[in-house]
């Protein structure tokens, strides 16, 4: 079992080391877009960085986390609205506080109207 989740934490490593460019800053690649239960959140490149490298980092104790570290990767990568399960953002919103992105952890916390 442990072999399994030493496995799955080496791929996901190697795919986040693998997309991580300088150009992902690049200010022309706009907002990183999601979809958190039916409310659309925008994050600036800078934030979604952020978020996906300190999600990654805990990628191989927290399956939400793994998961949104690739959905974070995908966004920086492609133009689309990306869908975030309750776990995901959840996730998202304790990653934003633990990393000092109060604002987002805050708009995260507040329900859809």
């Known amino acids: 079992m442990k072999r399994r989740a030493t496995v799955r934490l080496s ?21 990183v877009l999601l979809d958190v239960g039916g409310r659309r959140v925008s ?19 927290c399956s939400a986390e793994r998961d ?12 689309q609205v990306l869908a975030l399960r309750r776990a995901e953002a959840q996730t998202l919103a304790q990653l934003a506080s633990r990393i000092g992105l109060a604002a987002l952890a805050a708009e995260m916390a507040t329900p859809a109207a």
Request: hydrophobic share 40%; net charge negative; proline share 8%.
């Open 68 to 79: 949104l570290s690739l959905l974070l990767d995908r966004g920086l990568h492609l133009p």
């Open 11 to 31: 791929v996901v490593l190697v795919s986040a080391a693998l997309h991580t460019h300088d150009s992902e800053a690049d200010p022309r690649h706009g907002p």
């Open 43 to 61: 994050l600036d490149p800078e934030e979604a960085i952020r978020l996906r490298d300190s999600a990654a980092a805990c990628a191989g104790t």
